[in-house]
């Protein structure tokens, strides 16, 4: 689907939406709904305009979804966001979204101003980079834990925030660049530091119930 000047909107009310065709827009937002779990096997992209796919269950990105200006949210009521290896999502302006019932698994993530923003009520396992080049980086693990994977280094310009209830283990770079503070917290649990953690002008706070073992 694609249109030069409007809104595309796919709503199932009571099932589920597999995408298997690009859609497009030029000025407008791109909407999808379902009631049970979205796949998305085809790329979605916006010049200017909000792209927004909200499931009741779980989400399968496996695809690119980018916009040049304008917000990008992927939510699951329920379930798991996770996305393909190697997709990107990312914007020029505006911020970007993860909320799930259960866990997340991202890949390649940025925006050129805007925050990023991925919040769990289980596990977040971030496995790709994860850039703003004007922004804030905040993830919430509500009951679970946290975990950066070996290619999945961390930049922002403001602050960036790891904070789970359960453990957290950082294995790639993680970076504050301009004026932002990096702050991680363990509410019940071990923090692991693998990789180097640097902030420009702020500050750099591990905080854990258990323990804290630094390798980097």
Known sequence: ASTAQGDVTY???????????????????IAYTAAQSITQN???SIQTGHVNYLAGSNIAQNANTT???????????????????GMTTSTGTGAINFTAGDNIRSEIIGTGEGDINFTA???IVVSNTVDTASGEVN?????GSIETEADAAITATSDISLAAQG??????????TAQGDV???AATGSITQNAETTANTGDIAYTAAQSITQNA
């Open 11 to 29: 709503s199932a009310v009571t099932g589920s939406i597999t995408q298997n065709a690009e859609t497009t827009a030029n000025t407008g937002d």
């Open 42 to 44: 085809a790329a979605t």
């Open 67 to 85: 916009t040049q200006a304008g917000q990008i949210d992927y939510a699951a009521t329920t379930g798991n966001i996770i996305v393909d290896a």
């Open 121 to 123: 009520a289980n596990n």
């Open 139 to 143: 993830f919430t693990a509500t009951t």
């Open 167 to 176: 453990n957290i283990d950082q294995n790639a770079a993680v970076a504050s």
């Open 183 to 185: 702050t991680y917290s």
